[in-house]
T-cell receptor, first 116, second 112 residues
Framework: AQSVAQPEDQVNVAEGNPLTVKCTYS??????LFWYVQYPNRGLQFLLKYITGDNLVKGSYGFEAEFNKSQTSFHLKKPSALVSDSALYFC??????????????FGDGTTLTVKP | EAQVTQNPRYLITVTGKKLTVTCSQNMNHEYMSWYRQDPGLGLRQIYY???????DKGDVPEGYKVSRKEKRNFPLILESPSPNQTSLYFC???????????FGQGTRLTVV
C-alpha cells in the first residue's frame, strides 16, 4: 500500500522569506513523487516531480524539492516566497510501475499563505 | 491546446437521480482517473483506467461507475446519487507511469 502525509494543514510565511511545505511518503517499491498546486476555483497544476536521478529537482515558478530516501520525504521549498504563491499544495506518490501504475495517492493538502 | 475537459462544471441534483459527468482529453493519454476532493481529506482516487476497456477501483469506488470505451473519454456515472457524494470532482489524465497528471477544471456536485 502507498500513502502520503502532509503534516501541516497550514503554512504561513512573510513575503521574501524562504518557505517549506513538508511531505513524507510510504511505498513498497521505488516512489514517483509529485507536487501540484491548486488556486481557488481551479484544477490542480503540476509543479515538479522526482522519478530518478538527482535528489534535488527544480520546477515551475522557482519551486524545488529534495528527495530524501532515508527519511522518506519530499519537501517543497522556495528561497523567497511571493504573495502570489498563496495556494493549496498537494504532494502525491505513485509506487514503482511494476506494481500498479494506475494508482495515485495524494496528501490532504497544505494551505500556504504568504503575507506582504 | 492540451486540456482535460469536464462537464458540467456545476450540478445540483436530487437523491437517486442517475447522472453522468463527462471527461475528455485531447492528448492521447493512456491513463485517466477520477478524484473527489473534500475539505480536510485531500484528493481521493475513485477509479482509474490504464487504457481502453481497462479500469480499476481506486480508494473510494463505492457508489460510482466508470467506462472507457474510447481513449479520449472517461465518464463518471452515479447510478443513484446520495448526499454523501456531494463533493468537488476532478478528472485527470497522463501519458505514462512516470509522467505528471493534467487535471480538468472540476465539477462541483451537490446532491440534495
Amino acid at each position: 500500500a502507498q500513502s502520503v502525509a502532509q503534516p501541516e494543514d497550514q503554512v504561513n510565511v512573510a513575503e521574501g522569506n524562504p518557505l517549506t511545505v513538508k511531505c513524507t511518503y510510504s511505498v513498497s517499491g521505488n516512489p514517483y513523487l509529485f507536487w501540484y498546486v491548486q488556486y481557488p476555483n481551479r484544477g490542480l497544476q503540476f509543479l515538479l516531480k522526482y522519478i530518478t536521478g538527482d535528489n534535488l529537482v527544480k520546477g515551475s515558478y522557482g519551486f524545488e524539492a529534495e528527495f530524501n530516501k532515508s527519511q522518506t520525504s519530499f519537501h517543497l521549498k522556495k528561497p523567497s516566497a511571493l504573495v502570489s504563491d498563496s495556494a493549496l499544495y498537494f504532494c502525491a506518490v505513485r509506487d514503482s510501475p511494476h506494481t500498479n501504475a494506475g494508482k495515485s495517492t495524494f496528501g490532504d493538502g497544505t494551505t500556504l499563505t504568504v503575507k506582504p | 491546446e492540451a486540456q482535460v475537459t469536464q462537464n458540467p462544471r456545476y450540478l445540483i441534483t436530487v437523491t437517486g437521480k442517475k447522472l453522468t459527468v463527462t471527461c475528455s482529453q485531447n492528448m492521447n493519454h493512456e491513463y485517466m482517473s477520477w478524484y473527489r476532493q473534500d475539505p480536510g481529506l485531500g484528493l481521493r482516487q475513485i477509479y482509474y483506467s490504464m487504457n481502453v476497456e481497462v479500469t480499476d477501483k481506486g480508494d473510494v469506488p463505492e457508489g460510482y461507475k466508470v467506462s472507457r470505451k474510447e481513449k479520449r473519454n472517461f465518464p463518471l456515472i452515479l447510478e443513484s446519487p446520495s448526499p454523501n457524494q456531494t463533493s468537488l470532482y476532478f478528472c485527470a489524465s497522463r501519458g505514462g507511469a512516470n509522467t505528471e497528471a493534467f487535471f480538468g477544471q472540476g465539477t462541483r456536485l451537490t446532491v440534495v
